[in-house]
């Protein structure tokens, strides 16, 4: 594969990093303001603060976009990227917290923090069940990286050989967020129990 399909290639996951770093920042931000009114404002239970607290009322929202590749064949030819963006995919985001413990001085709190997210049809622009992005196969770059570096180098170079990974999926967003068990990590993970089998830009966030 020559210097262009190369540049290609890190184009496509800066645009994924980029995306990613917006959406941290985002939660980092949230996770701030949390923190914040947790220090600032006195729980009691039974008060509407600590049910607001528990159990937030107001909705949060986090919308996703993706980038469909619309050139594979060409990008590995050396040819720039041709990317739709795709978007927005709506999932509305339920908290709350669980096996609250006071502590003995009546000035502490301790609780477990809950997260789901639920897919809101109307304010996305597709379904997230259904449709399909072309991107990066992101597990197959990154077993490419682990193949020039580790101990078991040897062990994902010949897994690489045996079962030819394309440099592109296609997924359903869904997929792509949540996670989908994927035929590179699965055959690794008997070798490295630390790596999954399942790959998603949000899998076990929630």
Same mark, same amino acid.
């Given at each position: ?9 890190? =184009? ?10 917006? @959406? ?12 914040? $009114?947790?220090?600032? $404002?006195? /729980? ?13 009322? @107001? ?6 976009? %993706?980038?469909?590749?619309? #050139?594979?064949?060409? *990008? ?13 995919? =709506? ?10 413990? %006071?502590?003995? #001085?009546?000035?502490? +709190? ?21 449709? /399909?992005?072309?991107? @990066?196969? *992101? ?11 580790? $101990?078991?180098?040897? +062990? +994902?170079?010949?897994? /690489? ?8 999926? =296609? ?13 590179? /990590?699965? @055959?690794?993970?008997? %070798? ?15």
């Amino acid at each position: 594969m020559g210097r262009c399909c190369f540049y290609a290639v890190g =184009t496509l996951s800066l645009l994924l990093l980029v995306t990613s770093v917006t @959406l941290l920042v985002a939660r980092v931000f949230q996770k701030a303001v949390d923190q914040a $009114i947790e220090k600032t $404002i006195v /729980l009691r239970n039974g008060s509407e603060t600590f049910d607001s607290w528990k159990q937030p009322p @107001l909705p949060v929202y986090s919308q996703f976009y %993706f980038f469909n590749v619309t #050139n594979p064949e060409e *990008i590995l030819g050396g040819e720039i990227p041709r990317l739709e963006e795709v978007g927005p995919y =709506t999932y509305r985001e339920i908290r709350n917290k669980a096996d609250i413990q %006071f502590g003995d #001085n009546g000035t502490t +709190i301790s609780a477990v923090s809950n997260k789901a997210y639920v897919f809101v049809q109307n304010l996305s622009v597709g379904d997230a069940q259904s449709d /399909l992005i072309r991107t @990066l196969n *992101i597990p197959a770059v990154t077993a490419m990286e682990w193949a020039q570096q580790g $101990i078991i180098q040897r +062990i +994902i170079r010949a897994l /690489l050989k045996a079962y030819r990974q394309e440099f592109f999926v =296609t997924r359903t967003v869904h997929e792509l967020l949540w996670g989908y068990k994927d035929e590179i /990590l699965s @055959l690794i993970h008997p %070798f490295k129990p630390d790596i999954p089998p399942y790959f998603g830009l949000y899998y076990g966030v929630t």
